[in-house]
């Protein structure tokens, strides 16, 4: 997913972080800690507190990378501040970097974001690739790629990457007189999304009582165009996600899914969607590594072994995330050696471990961590190896400044309504209008 466009030509402020509400990100207000006696203020016992604003559970602390570094370097503490939904957490961070105030030593950025940053914030941050121990070697090439500005500069160090799978219940599939071995799910719909929905009716018509074939419409699309080239952007860096083919393709596919009834009528990551996990209420789901703890999170304990993973009808990649050090912070150098330290391939190896973040460092893909991978929803499953093997199936994708903001157009402004009896067409208008009113604030 290497972003290939122009980012002098792109070069477009978020405007939307001028309407951020109050509290939205408390955490990222807070000044970073200061060496003093304070037990309780960031920085007991005269440490220095290197401080991390966060979205979501990127499973630092989980891991126990923390502490290890803390006891590797007993002068440091480290302190995240965490916003749920990376929605809220990116209008904050970029109203913190337009006024250059109110930063954390280090910020996380997804890679839905990351280019707007590179073409509009690089110079808020440090250039990362002449930091001491960093390696370029270290990353996929597209992966270290997607942070750099065009003369060179890295601005953020990537921590995981999102392979594609299909994640699907066994014995829903067993009762609905579908295989259920892993290598003969992936046949049924190999190379062609259009297969997987034969499957999914397929499936329907046999389902066990109230039950659906796929998590979510969004799931669907998103996953559809996590297999593209290009999407929402060309290689010039112009919008052309409602004159692309393949973005059309991608949401007229998801609205026959949804007419059929195949996906349910739920936008994912919302509590009525994590009741559908706990409920057993459907069979498959678009799962790259980090989604298998959501599944866990989210999931009563009977449901454990009942999981396994299956490769995608097309490889691509969902989900991702780096780790920056503004200028502005107070301890530039410090959060400087930790992020190489916390981003280095033996330490992603452990954060895949523990959270199923899967490493974006190719050496981590050969240690026990990896290889020797396994979940608990999904049992004796080698899930290190598959997604391993679906990293390499990874197109090179044109990433651009607001492809979060249409991304979340298609899915909670488009194929949802689809479920709630809009047509497609109608549907289409909606997402767009929206998608293209955010496109100019």
């Not at 337009?98 to 940053?117: F, K, P, R």
């Not at 899914?257 to 009741?275: I, N, R, S």
Request: charged letters at 20%; one cysteine or more.
């Amino acid at each position: 997913m290497r972003a290939r466009f122009s980012t002098s030509r792109k070069a477009v402020v978020l405007a939307a972080a001028a309407s951020l509400g109050v509290g939205l990100l408390a955490g990222c207000s807070k000044d970073s800690g200061e060496k003093s006696g304070s037990p309780d203020g960031g920085s007991g016992g005269g440490k220095t507190t290197i401080t991390l604003g966060l979205f979501g559970t990127m499973g630092f602390k989980e891991a126990g990378l923390y502490a290890e570094y803390e006891k590797l370097h007993s002068d440091i503490k480290i302190q995240e501040n965490v916003v749920e939904r990376n929605e809220n957490y990116y209008p904050a961070l970029v109203n913190h970097l337009t006024t250059n105030s109110g930063l954390m030593d280090v910020q996380a950025i997804e890679v839905g974001n990351i280019a707007e940053v590179v073409a509009t914030q690089a110079g808020k941050f440090e250039d990362l690739s002449k930091a001491s121990g960093v390696d370029k070697s270290n990353w996929l090439s597209w992966k270290w790629q997607q942070a750099a500005t065009q003369d060179g500069q890295v601005i953020g160090l990537g921590t995981d990457i999102g392979p594609m799978a299909i994640c699907y219940r066994k014995d829903l599939f067993e009762q609905a007189g579908l295989p259920t071995d892993r290598d003969e799910v992936g046949k049924l719909w190999a190379g062609d999304w259009n297969k997987f929905l034969q499957v999914g009716e397929d499936y329907k018509k046999k389902a066990p009582s109230g039950t659906f074939f796929m998590d979510s419409p969004g799931g669907l699309i998103n996953a559809i165009l996590a297999s593209e080239g290009e999407k929402f952007y060309d290689s010039s860096g112009q919008v052309i996600y409602k004159t692309n083919p393949a973005v059309k393709a991608a949401f007229d596919l998801t609205s026959k899914a949804a007419e059929k009834g195949l996906v349910q009528p739920q936008t994912q990551f919302q509590p009525a969607w994590d009741q559908t996990i706990a409920n057993n209420k459907f069979a498959t789901v678009s799962c790259p590594p980090w989604m298998l703890g959501t599944i866990k999170g989210k999931s009563q304990p009977d449901a454990a072994g009942k999981w396994d993973v299956a490769v995608p009808p097309k490889g691509g990649n969902w989900g991702g995330s780096f780790l920056g050090v503004p200028k502005s912070g107070k301890h530039v150098k410090e959060a400087t050696e930790f992020i190489t330290w916390l981003t280095a391939p033996e330490q992603q190896a452990k954060l895949f471990a523990v959270q199923g973040s899967f490493p974006s460092a190719p050496a981590a893909y050969s240690s026990s961590e990896v290889t020797g991978g396994k979940n608990e929803m999904t049992g004796d499953a080698p899930i290190g190896k598959i997604f391993a093997e679906a990293a390499k199936s990874i197109p090179d994708q044109v990433i651009g400044p607001k492809d979060q903001i249409i991304q979340q157009g298609l899915t909670d402004n488009g194929v949802i309504l689809v479920t709630k009896g809009k047509s497609a067409a109608d549907a289409w208008k909606t997402a767009t209008k929206t998608i293209d009113n955010n496109l100019e604030k």
